[in-house]
């Protein structure tokens, strides 16, 4: 694929999409954290539905500390892997207050030391959070590259260099988030919905369902 058909790409996703967001709620960066660590083999709805519970109890990394890991557990016990999550989120807030002052940190190496926290979910709160044009490549995301022919990599380490490297500078910003929608609601792993698609005319894939 060339750098023109990418560009065009991008351009139709804008156009769809102007301001395209996460569809986990939030109002801080640390509820963000929180959300993202449960998120993890779970959907934005479940995890929703979870911190609708949790938030307006404890929101601050204190008041999750003091909610303790039965609290906290009740709050989330409805998302999958619920124990491992709630001792991630306890470790980070005890080493947010620790060393961070209660905030959440902005450089990925000091993201990537919080329990529950690897690549991808430190690619999420850079962006999302702060702003910078990471590329945080999930299942949604690496599918959609393939089959697209977008930035084909055979895994999601080789797909995020190759977005970052070829998704144009102006589009950079909000590619994550294009191409998670997209992937969620149109390009589906088991039956791309080509014929809605507007992208279609763009996309390399061989076995388009029209």
């Known amino acids: ?46 995890v929703n539905l979870a911190t609708r519970k949790l938030f307006p109890q404890a929101n601050t990394p204190e008041k999750i500390i003091a909610l303790g890991e039965t609290g906290l557990i009740e709050c989330i016990k409805s998302i999958g892997l619920y124990k491992t999550k709630a001792k991630n989120i306890l470790a980070t807030c005890q080493l947010l207050m620790q ?3 209660s905030e959440v940190p902005r450089t990925r190496e000091q993201l990537e030391k919080l329990p529950g926290v690897g690549r991808k979910t430190a690619n999420v709160i ?7 044009p990471t590329i945080a490549v999930d299942t949604h995301i690496f599918r ?9 990599g055979k895994n999601v380490l080789e797909v995020e260099l190759k977005l970052l490297k070829m998704v144009p500078k102006e589009f950079r910003l909000d590619a994550h988030h294009w191409l998670i929608l997209h992937g969620r609601y149109v390009c ?18 061989k076995e388009k369902n029209m």
Do not use: W
């Not at 660590?37 to 779970?42: F, M, T, V």
């Not at 850079?126 to 910078?132: D, H, K, R, V, W």
């Not at 393939?146 to 084909?152: H, Q, Y």
């Open 144 to 152: 959609v590259a393939n089959r697209t022919g977008l930035a084909p």
């Open 99 to 101: 060393h961070h002052d």
């Open 1 to 46: 694929m060339n750098s023109t058909k990418r560009h065009a790409i991008f351009a139709c996703l804008k156009l769809a999409n102007p301001h395209p967001t996460t569809e986990l709620e939030y109002h801080s960066p640390f509820e963000l954290l929180v959300a993202v660590i449960l998120s993890a083999q779970a959907t934005d709805k479940s």
């Open 126 to 132: 850079l962006n999302t959070a702060f702003g910078e």
């Open 188 to 205: 589906k792993a088991r039956k791309p919905e080509c014929a809605v698609c507007s992208i279609s005319h763009l996309c390399e894939f």
